[in-house]
């Protein structure tokens, strides 16, 4: 029997963290999406669950908790461990920090200035951090924001909360 290296050592504890890292995220995700419908205020119940504002959430809750369930279920059958990234996500951490910022504050201002509003501004300001400059980001900002709002407003006919931060009449 040959004696453990600490490379091996290291290698279980990665897999064991990947494998804690899946489980986690597909146990907050199914927990999430059981909640969605309380954690959405003014939450319609007459309206079929396609046009609720719960159905982009939910779909993507349940995009997440059945992917990290899938990933989790390939590293307990031992999967590599080997990513086809073209960069480490440790180097490049604080582009991944800065977005992480950028989706919490998109959430954060979607409720505040609206749908249109605060996707317009999400995209801009991913394309002006990706240093893409001001032009294409304005335009892929206005355009995406319009084809997104197009399907989901009108194709879809979901309903999103009104902006907190616009005067009512």
């Known amino acids: 029997m040959q004696p453990t290296t600490s490379r091996e050592l ?18 907050a995700g199914t927990t999430l999406l059981v909640f969605t419908p ?7 119940t007459d309206v079929p ?12 809750l349940a995009l997440l908790a059945v992917a990290a369930a899938l990933h ?17 996500p440790a180097d490049n951490w604080r582009m991944v920090i800065v977005a992480g910022g950028a989706y919490a504050g998109y ?24 240093r893409l400059g001001w032009k294409v980001p304005l335009v892929v900002s206005v355009v995406l924001t ?17 902006a907190s931060l616009a005067p009512t009449r």
């Open 10 to 27: 290291g290698e279980r504890a990665q897999r064991r963290i990947a494998l804690a890292f899946s489980a986690a995220l597909a146990v």
């Open 72 to 88: 989790a279920l390939r590293l307990l059958r031992g999967a590599s461990l080997d990513g086809d990234d073209i960069d480490a």
């Open 49 to 60: 669950y396609y046009r609720s504002p719960a159905f982009f959430p939910m779909a993507a």
């Open 107 to 130: 959430i954060a201002l979607v409720p505040l200035v609206g749908y249109v509003a605060g996707t317009a501004l999400f995209l801009l300001s991913l394309g002006l951090l990706s």
């Open 146 to 162: 319009a084809v997104l709002f197009g399907v989901f407003v009108y194709g879809l006919n979901v309903w999103f909360p009104g």
């Open 38 to 44: 309380a954690l959405i205020p003014a939450m319609r």
